[in-house]
């Protein structure tokens, strides 16, 4: 049998365990090697009956000093205790329920034990621990893997099929690097890594395991993104836009200047779309940064050239927006822009789609509807995803598949630090605005308990009287019996009764229909409405100037990237701006996320703190860019050496750009399949 047998056919495992295993996503032999320890439990150091501590767990190496005694206190109810002692004294195991116990131990046995100390009057008892006898230390002696398991599956059987596959399958496993580069990077071989990840002897070993498998999962994704990127450059010839293209023109009649940060930026993509590569961006920047007047300028670039634009934003309310804010900015330079969205009449749909086919329609802007069959362009040359984390790869690619090789252009709002930016976004090149245009006001934040809430609602009274707006954000739509959350639709009823007759109250949330939100907002935007309360639907791109303080409820409940976003709603005017954050939660690392808060507005350092306290898997679902579940390697944890990674990566690619040196046909052939099984969507074609 070899690695990528069916896992039935291992020793001891079946057709019945292996469909337990395949629950675990284990399906073939190599993905037993491949199945790693969540945790572990130091169960060889051992602890004298002297020094056990009350609650702690502990390992004693003990012998069995007397006869058990069976205890019946009530009916169903037994307590077996066995007396144990070492050097230092004397102690108890103790075990309900298990009366069978007593024909496991002789007086005399030597035994390692493991399990919790519960001193009572006096007496030390070790609870239902854990045993082995003579040589064996599996359970009980050494470093123990714990492992993610379904609840069909112990963590025994685990640790037994593993230890199998280790002995039979290991000397099977390729070693893709060299000596030589082992040695540089200095890295233990595949198959000393593998056996001491799943049973480590001590600190030491499992470091230098861990580390290996580390950086290899890190050098395989990097390098497979770094092919897919030169991959596009090499094989598609891309639109080679005029250096013309009525730029200054626009500058000039802007009302405000760019700042350093979007020329740069611009500087950047103009590049790009003038020469002959296929553009692939990723523009980054802060809530507020001036993202769209970058886009709008590379749309101006597009349509001088001669080519159309297309842009897709997640939401109706936002698509609108930029509608409005692209005719409004390019009405005196001839452009034609029209807006796609699922609301509209069939009879409005078959106009644009057939005025988009036949190139009378310059600029394109919608939702999803944009990639639906029976969207075509004449000439397509730019594709433009604003909020792009709303949107999965599949999405993204088939926007740019409406072109023969137009330009692309993501943009997001979510600060990511650069290294991260470059796992998720390997196949982009990466511009960032980092700095706000000036006159954005500060948003001072405050994090309270739900005691001050209603000295928060006088707060907000106080600004609608002086003539400004406010939002009241929740996070569910509903009230939810398993969660101790304010839904949306009771806070609405609660603000409309307190303010009733005084102040208009709205409510607006995903379930509604996409007329209804649009109108929702509109009425806001109009000053119609003076509190909105709403879901987190109002979380990306809406622009109201006047509204100028935002309520989130059960912040805690909310990623701080997410409430960062939240809280740029407001500050967009000339008015002082406030964030109040009501949390609910007691927990020391919710009041840490609130203190950061109310402490930073940069975008970069907030994103860097979410992404320190709820890891990547919370931070961004990595799956809807395509890239794969990272199997060890964490990516704010293991952040220094992913950077060794990235360098070894383009040193690699600088020697040998297509990895057909002999010495790299491991590494490619591990690329490749890498690309087969996980990357093949990621590469916009």
Known sequence: MNLYDSVQYLKGVGPKRAEKLKKIGIKKIYDVLFYFPRDYEDRSSITKIRDCKNKEKVTLYVKVSGSSVTLRPKKGVSITKIPIKDDTGLAYMVYFNQPYINNTFKVGDVIRVNGRVNISYGQIQIQSPIYSKGKDNSRVGSIVPIYPLTNKLTNNEMIKIIKSTIKTYTSQLDEIFSLKMRDELNLISIDEAIKNIHFPTDRETYKKSKYRLVFEEFLILQLGLFLIKSKLRENKVGIEFHKYDRSEEFLNKLPFNLTSAQYRVFKEIKQDMESTKVMNRLVQGDVGSGKTIIAILAMLKSTVSGYQSVMMAPTEILATQHYDEINKLLKDFGIRCELLVGSLSAKEKLRILEDVKNGNIDILVGTHALIQDGVDFKRLGLAITDEQHRFGVRQRAK???????????????????????????????????????????KIDTYAVNNTMKSRVFDFVKKQIVQGRQAYIVCPLVEESETLDLQSATEVYQEIDELYKDKYSVGLLHGKMKPSDKEDIMNKFKEKEIDILVSTTVIEVGVNVPNSNIMVIMNSERFGLAQLHQLRGRVGRGEYKSYCILINESKNKV????????????????????????????????????????????????????????????????????????????????????????????????
């Open 399 to 441: 926007l740019s598949e409406k072109g023969k090789t137009p330009d692309v252009l993501v943009m997001t709002a979510t600060p990511i630090p650069r290294t991260l930016a470059m796992i998720l976004y390997g196949d982009l090149d990466i511009s960032i605005i980092d700095e706000l245009p000036p006159g954005r006001k």
């Open 590 to 685: 919710a009041r840490e996320r609130m203190r950061i808060m109310e402490k930073t507005t940069d975008g970069f350092i907030i994103s860097e703190k979410d992404l320190e306290l709820r890891g990547p898997g919370e931070f961004f679902g990595t799956k809807q860019h395509g890239i794969p579940e990272l199997k060890i390697a964490n990516i704010f944890t293991d952040m220094e050496i992913l950077k060794i990674a990235q360098k070894e990566a383009q040193k690699i690619l600088l020697e040998d750009a297509t990895l057909n040196l002999p010495k790299n046909i491991k590494i490619r052939n591990r690329v490749d399949k890498l690309i087969n099984e996980n990357l093949k969507e990621i590469s916009f074609n």
